[in-house]
Every structure is written in structure tokens, then in C-alpha cells.
């Protein structure tokens, strides 16, 4: 009895291990459609960035989790995508894998130049839910804003881009 409570204590910790390392952060990655398939298991997200003012650049698409700590804090992201800006009638699709279900927010950047800095009069950007931008939140909305809900298959949502 005594053996069996030792094991299971062992595997609850090491899914704890193992959970906490699925949310490691910053891993860079390409854009695998493969993986959003309608025959995917997921998790993942499916992001559609609609808006694009110019075909130049570079577009980067960030994962966060949803908490005030993480949310569009430098080097708390979960997963990048870094590539050309190349969209069919001013859309692009991305599939970002997650971790495991839970909250999310997803951040857009459209570096029209492809400086890799932000020129806020120029460069685009958008986030999960779209809310609005302005310069007096600087384009930054609070997580709360963006936070949306992925599921253990693959979540859809249409990021629009804004420009100031």
C-alpha cells in the first residue's frame, strides 16, 4: 500500500515537472500549417492576420499566456514566428502550437521596413480579440483584452491588423 502511494506520488510529480516545461517560453518557430490540419490534434491555434497595408517587411506572431506577469513582457513569450510578409489579399495564416489547453493572448507585428524595430507611425500590429490601439495605451492592451480561451484541438480567431 505504502509502495503504491510512493508511485503515485512519483507520477503526479512528474507531471507537474512536465507541465511546467511545456510552458517554457521563448521557442522560435516556423510556420507548420501541417499542424492547425483538420486532422490535428492540437493544441494549437490557427490565426488568421487580415490587414496587411503593404506586402514588404516582416510579420512576427508571438504566443503568451494570459497573466498580467507574462503578457507582452520581454522574453515571456511561449512561441515566435518570424517571417516575409507575403499575404493573398492582405491576409496571412499562421499556426501557432500551445501547450496545453488554457488562456492565451496572441501579439502581431507588421515591421513594414523589416528594421526589426518598431516605428509606430508606420509598423502595424494587432492582437487576440482585436481590441482597439491607441497611442495613449501605446498599442499595448491589457491581457484581459486579449486573453481568449485555446481547447485541445485547434482554435481559430482573425487577428486584424491596425495601423496609426
Same mark, same amino acid.
Given at each position: /500500500?505504502? !509502495?503504491?502511494?510512493?508511485? *503515485?506520488?512519483? /507520477?503526479?510529480?512528474?507531471? $507537474?515537472? =512536465?507541465?511546467?516545461?511545456?510552458?517554457?517560453?521563448?521557442?522560435? #518557430?516556423?510556420?507548420?500549417?501541417?499542424?492547425? =490540419?483538420?486532422?490535428?490534434?492540437?493544441?494549437?491555434? $490557427?490565426?488568421?492576420?487580415?490587414?496587411?497595408?503593404?506586402?514588404?517587411?516582416? @510579420? *512576427?506572431?508571438?504566443?503568451?499566456? =494570459?497573466?498580467?506577469?507574462?503578457?507582452?513582457?520581454?522574453?515571456?513569450? $511561449?512561441?515566435? #514566428?518570424?517571417?516575409?510578409?507575403?499575404?493573398?489579399?492582405?491576409?496571412?495564416?499562421?499556426?501557432?502550437?500551445?501547450?496545453?489547453?488554457?488562456?492565451?493572448?496572441?501579439?502581431?507585428?507588421?515591421? *513594414?521596413?523589416?528594421?526589426?524595430?518598431?516605428? &509606430?507611425? *508606420?509598423?502595424?500590429?494587432?492582437?487576440?480579440?482585436?481590441?482597439?490601439?491607441? #497611442?495613449?495605451?501605446?498599442?499595448?492592451?491589457?491581457?484581459?483584452?486579449?486573453?481568449?480561451?485555446?481547447?485541445?484541438? @485547434?482554435?481559430? #480567431?482573425? &487577428?486584424?491588423?491596425?495601423? !496609426?
Amino acid at each position: /500500500m505504502v !509502495m503504491v502511494k510512493v508511485a *503515485r506520488g512519483l /507520477m503526479v510529480a512528474s507531471a $507537474l515537472v =512536465a507541465s511546467s516545461a511545456a510552458l517554457a517560453h521563448g521557442q522560435e #518557430i516556423g510556420n507548420d500549417l501541417a499542424r492547425c =490540419a483538420s486532422d490535428a490534434k492540437g493544441p494549437a491555434v $490557427l490565426v488568421d492576420v487580415r490587414g496587411f497595408s503593404a506586402a514588404t517587411g516582416k @510579420v *512576427r506572431v508571438q504566443s503568451y499566456p =494570459a497573466t498580467k506577469a507574462s503578457w507582452l513582457t520581454k522574453g515571456e513569450w $511561449l512561441s515566435r #514566428i518570424d517571417t516575409a510578409v507575403r499575404p493573398a489579399g492582405g491576409a496571412m495564416r499562421f499556426c501557432v502550437p500551445v501547450p496545453q489547453p488554457g488562456r492565451y493572448g496572441i501579439a502581431v507585428r507588421h515591421d *513594414r521596413d523589416g528594421n526589426g524595430k518598431t516605428d &509606430i507611425s *508606420r509598423d502595424g500590429g494587432g492582437f487576440s480579440n482585436n481590441p482597439s490601439l491607441s #497611442i495613449f495605451n501605446l498599442g499595448k492592451p491589457g491581457v484581459e483584452k486579449a486573453a481568449f480561451y485555446a481547447g485541445p484541438g @485547434v482554435t481559430k #480567431i482573425t &487577428i486584424n491588423l491596425q495601423y !496609426m
